[in-house]
Structure formats: C-alpha cells, structure tokens
C-alpha cells in the first residue's frame, strides 16, 4: 500500500460523480473534523468504502471505483475486477487501516472544497 498522492483525489472525483454521493463525502469530512462519536480511522474507512459500494451499481462507477482503489493498493483496476471476493475484503481492509486517520481528513478536506468548486462553476 502506499501513501494517498494527489492523482487519487482526481480518480476519488471521478467516483463521487459516477455514483452521485457528493453529500455523503461531505458527511463523512465533517465527520473526520470533529471524530464524531469518537469513531475510529477503522471504522471511518469502513462506512467510506461501503458507502461506495453501496452506490456502485452502474458499470461506470463500478469502473471508477477500481480505478481509484488501484492508486493507493498498486493493484490494476482489471486485477482488482477479477480478485477472489474474500481476498478483495481483506485487501479493502487492509487500505483502511493502512491510511492514517490525518491523512484521510486532509484527503477529504480536499476532495470536498474540490466538489464545492466544481459545483460553482
């Protein structure tokens, strides 16, 4: 795994604008700002990509989804398509606790003021 690079904030908007989620993302910033309930980095990563999931059921989003996961996990996005679904689970796990909880909030902090801008434009 390596560390969330400014391409993947790119490939992360590209997902949100697939699935239409641009006000859980907002959600989930302000919920990494303040640590509401005294969550997790665990359990914040977790509701984030089943969030995703959850919203992924155009063939459009599916592809945007692989694509960003490929960025931080160095996997290709084809390799991720066809992973055994329990060896997917483990590795979407491993990404979560991977990523530490500042550098989430800053990604967030980015894709969010990024998704207002394009909303304004």
């Excluded at 993302?25 to 665990?42: D, Y």
Aim: glycine share 6%.
């Amino acid at each position: 795994m390596r560390k969330l690079k400014s391409t993947d904030l790119f490939a992360a908007l590209r997902v949100v604008r697939a699935i239409g989620i641009k006000e859980e993302v907002v959600a989930l910033a302000t919920t990494l700002n303040a640590r509401k309930g005294g969550k997790t980095q665990e359990e914040v990563g977790t509701e984030l990509i089943l969030g995703l999931l959850a919203n992924c059921g155009e063939k459009g989003a599916e592809n945007a989804f692989y694509e960003f996961l490929s960025g931080p996990t160095e996997i290709a996005p084809e390799e991720l398509r066809e992973m055994d679904l329990m060896t997917f689970a483990n590795l979407v796990k491993e990404l979560v606790v991977s990523v530490d909880i500042e550098a989430w909030r800053d990604f967030f902090h980015s894709l969010v003021a990024a998704l207002k801008l394009n909303l304004s434009t």
